[in-house]
C-alpha cells in the first residue's frame, strides 16, 4: 500500500481493551470493570474510560464478554407482548425499557398477536440468546415449557395476566373491579339496557372483565340478556358490525361497555358514522390517545400501565439481584376517568 492511502474499512482492525486502558491512564481490569456496569468503579473514572472508549472508537463485545463474567449476564432483557402497535403494550413496553435502560440493560421486544405458539417460540429465542430474564404478557394458558428455564436461572415476571401451570411472579390489574365500576357508572345515569362488547372470551382478561359486567347487573338485580353481549375480538372491524347489530335490534341498548381499546374505538366509528355518540353512553375499559379531545371524550376505565411495567421491571430487576422470596401477583387498581360519553343520559320515550 502506497503512502497516505486509507486502510479499508474491512482491514481495519478493531481498538483494544489495552488500548483503551493506554489512553485513559488506567489498568485493562479497571475498563473491564467499567463495562460490565461494576458500581463501585468512580465516577471521574468511568467518564474517562467512556470518553478514551468513545475517541478510539472501541465497542465491547458483550456476548463474549458475559461469558467471562462469573455471573454469566448479558445484560439484556426480553419482553414479549401482545402487539406492540397496541396503545396499552406500547406504553407498558416503554415503561420496562426505562426502568431497564437506568441499569444499563437492553430490553428485546416481540409481539405475541394472542397466539401461544408463537410465544413459546420467541420465548425459546430469547433464550437461547441469552437473555437474563424475561417480562410476559402471556398468550397461552400452559407455561410450563418454562420450568426447566426457571430452575436454570431465568427469571420470569407475567403482566396483564397470570402464568398457568408454573409459579411466577405476576403484576395485573383489577380487571373485575373495573368493569363493575364501568358497569356501576352506566346504571348510576340511568340506563337498564347495558349492552357488553369485549374480547375473546378465552383471554383471562376478558374472561375477568366480563364476570364483573355480569356481577354488577345481578347486584342492582337486573336480568342479564345474552343477547346483547358480544365477544368480538380485538377486530375495529368486528366491533362497528357488531354495534350497528346492536342499535338496529328491536329493544336495542342504551349504553355499551367496552372492555377493550380497539373495540372501544370501533364502537365509537360506529355512533359516529350512525350519528348516536351524543345519545348512546359508553365506558371503555383501557384509555386511548386522543380519546380526551374527542366530542363528546371518551369516559374509560384506565389502567395505571407505568405503574404495571415499573412494578414488573422492578420485579424482575429484584429476582435478578438474587430475591429468592416466594412468588406473588401484585393486583395494580384501576380507575373512572369521566369525559362525557359514559354519562349521557337514556332517551325518554320515542314518538316516531
Known amino acids: 500500500m502506497t503512502q497516505g492511502e486509507s486502510v479499508p474499512l474491512a482491514t481495519r482492525s478493531r481498538p483494544t481493551m489495552r488500548e483503551v486502558a493506554a489512553l485513559a491512564g488506567v489498568a485493562i481490569k479497571t475498563v473491564s470493570r467499567v463495562f460490565n456496569g461494576v458500581p463501585t468503579v468512580d465516577p471521574a473514572i468511568v467518564a474517562r474510560v467512556r470518553e478514551a472508549a468513545d475517541q478510539l472508537g472501541y465497542r465491547p463485545n458483550l456476548t463474549a464478554s458475559s461469558l467471562r463474567r462469573g455471573d454469566g449476564r448479558t445484560a439484556t432483557i426480553g419482553m414479549l407482548v401482545e402487539d406492540a402497535a397496541n396503545p ?126 355480569r356481577h354488577a347487573l345481578e347486584v342492582a338485580h337486573i336480568a342479564y340478556d345474552d343477547g346483547i353481549v358480544r365477544h368480538v375480538g380485538s377486530s375495529e372491524q368486528a366491533a362497528v358490525a357488531a354495534t350497528q347489530e346492536l342499535l338496529s335490534l328491536p329493544n336495542p341498548p342504551t349504553a355499551l361497555f367496552t372492555s377493550q381499546n380497539f373495540v372501544t374505538i370501533g364502537v365509537l366509528r360506529a355512533l359516529r358514522t ?11 375499559f383501557d384509555d386511548f390517545p386522543l380519546a380526551d379531545i374527542l366530542n363528546p371524550g371518551i369516559s374509560v376505565i384506565a389502567q395505571d400501565v407505568e405503574q404495571l411495567g415499573r412494578t414488573a421491571a422492578e420485579m424482575l430487576f429484584r429476582r435478578l439481584d438474587g430475591d429468592g422470596s416466594p412468588t406473588h401477583t401484585v393486583t395494580v387498581p384501576t380507575r373512572l376517568i369521566e369525559r362525557g360519553s359514559g354519562e349521557i343520559a337514556p332517551e325518554g320515550p320515542r314518538h316516531d
Open 88 to 213: 396499552f403494550s406500547a406504553a407498558l413496553t416503554r415503561t420496562v425499557e426505562n426502568v431497564a435502560r437506568a441499569r444499563g440493560v437492553l430490553v428485546l421486544v416481540g409481539s405475541l398477536d394472542e397466539d401461544p405458539a408463537r410465544e413459546r417460540e420467541l420465548a425459546q429465542a430469547l433464550i437461547d440468546r441469552r437473555v437474563d430474564g424475561l417480562v410476559i404478557v402471556p398468550a397461552g394458558r400452559d407455561h410450563s415449557y418454562l420450568i426447566s428455564e426457571r430452575r436454570s436461572g431465568t427469571c420470569l415476571v407475567f403482566v396483564d395476566r397470570e402464568a398457568g401451570l408454573l409459579d411466577a411472579d405476576a403484576v395485573v390489574s383489577d380487571n373485575r373491579q373495573g368493569a363493575v365500576s364501568a358497569v356501576n357508572h352506566l346504571l348510576k345515569a340511568g340506563h337498564r339496557r347495558v349492552a357488553y362488547l369485549g374480547d375473546r372470551a378465552s383471554i383471562p382478561t376478558a374472561a375477568q372483565r366480563f364476570d364483573g359486567y
Open 274 to 284: 350512525l350519528g348516536r355518540q351524543d345519545t348512546v353512553a359508553q365506558v371503555g
